[in-house]
């Protein structure tokens, strides 16, 4: 007995062989050389700025701005802060990302579907779109909007009238602007409660329709909701919102509110772009569902728009989700091409900054970590959908 153990002590495997140890070891040296690494950069970093006599921090942020931002969605002067100027840009940034997913989304699926359709009209216009946006650079597709359409718009005499008491011309889109007054706080909680009930009545909706097959009018009943509860509101609390029409002057439109055209050229042309990337993803996904399923809804006497609604798109989303996400990451990154054009972004604000300032490093950290936030804020939002919508067995 003891001549086995010993003989297996002699033949005990040494630790450096060990598959474990050996994971442990080089992780450990990847992450130590890794932190050599950043650590040589950043004291390299900082010898060259002392040498060249030039500060480091964030204090800059609390300086004077001393230029004026055209386009802004908060209050600004030039005489506010830099970090307030920082601020403007990363309002217009989200501004003009959240619309152009909005949009994209919406026409990407539009254009996937229609890519798919019987009707061969439809099919080819969908692919001639597809094929000639994301085949040209989004730094084209935005000057082609700013240069190509909005520029040649008529001027403000000759404006273009459209409903509603709109405007449309070289200066950018004029249309009428409320004007909220005492007591109109009704109105608003009026909607919320809307969009409360409306969330209450689909949850309960699909509740039902997956315990006993029925369908209940989801949208109808969210769509009288959210406009008969605020216009509710607005009659009980005595009408306290009006409305300011834009007037058309000898050189100017005074009154209302206007989008300019860096925005409107910046929005289409974000949206478009990506559109058409996401109606490939969308036709993706629907390809990806298996026939049976087209097969089954038409055996059920179902038609061809609730088949698709209800049982395809459904299952599709599963395949979309995903790349749709990167999509929204690259249409956010793409606006910071808004520079060509004179947008005052993010990116453009704090270009401004560094050339005035000089702070080229913390200007940088600062586009990163606002960008970074924001793609990870994105995907953890995107995430958190996708498993909504996954498919789970029953």
Do not use: C
């Not at 459904?314 to 956010?332: G, V």
């Amino acid at each position: 007995m003891s001549e086995h153990v010993i003989r297996e002590e002699s033949v005990r495997v040494p630790l450096i062989y060990d598959p474990k140890v050996r994971s442990i070891f080089f992780q450990v040296f990847l992450v130590a050389l890794l932190a050599l690494g950043v650590w040589w950069i950043v004291d390299n970093t900082i010898e060259n700025l002392r040498r060249s006599n030039i500060s480091t921090g964030f204090a800059f942020l609390r300086g004077r701005a001393g230029f004026d931002i055209s386009d802004r969605l908060i209050d600004y002067t030039s005489d506010s802060s830099y970090g307030r100027a920082l601020l403007v840009g990363i309002a217009n940034t989200l501004a003009v990302a959240a619309a152009g997913v909005v949009t994209a989304t919406i026409l990407g699926f539009l254009v996937g579907i229609g890519r798919l359709s019987n009707n061969w009209l439809i099919r080819k216009l969908a692919m001639v779109y597809v094929e000639v946006f994301r085949n040209i650079p989004p730094l084209l597709v935005i000057l082609f909007w700013y240069q190509g359409v909005l520029a040649v718009l008529p001027n403000v005499r000759d404006s273009l009238s459209l409903p509603v008491g709109s405007y449309l011309n070289n200066r950018g889109f004029y249309f009428p602007r409320l004007v909220w007054e005492p007591g109109s706080g009704l109105i608003l909680a009026g909607f919320v409660g809307a969009l409360v009930l409306s969330w209450y009545v689909a949850r309960r909706a699909r509740a039902r329709q997956m315990a006993t097959g029925e369908r209940f009018p989801v949208f109808l009943t969210s769509l009288g909701l959210i406009v008969g509860l605020p216009l509710l509101a607005y009659f009980v609390s005595g009408m306290p919102v009006s409305v300011d029409y834009p007037q058309k002057g000898t050189f100017n439109l005074s009154g209302g509110t206007n989008i300019k055209p860096e925005f409107l050229s910046l929005y289409l042309a974000l949206s478009f772009y990506t559109a058409s990337f996401i109606a490939e993803i969308v036709r993706a996904g629907i390809m990806g569902v298996p026939k049976g399923q087209t097969e089954a809804y038409s055996a059920l006497g179902m038609n061809s728009n609730d088949g698709l609604r209800l049982v395809v798109i459904p299952q599709a989303m599963r395949i979309i989700i995903p790349p749709l996400t990167s999509q929204y990451l690259n249409l956010t990154k793409n606006s910071s091409l808004a520079v060509a054009i004179g947008y005052p972004d993010l990116y453009a604000v704090g270009g401004t900054i560094l050339n005035q300032t000089g702070q080229a490093i913390e200007v940088v950290v600062i586009f990163m970590t606002v960008y970074l936030s924001i793609s990870i804020l994105t995907s953890l939002f995107m995430n958190w959908f996708n498993t909504k919508m996954a498919l789970k067995e029953r």
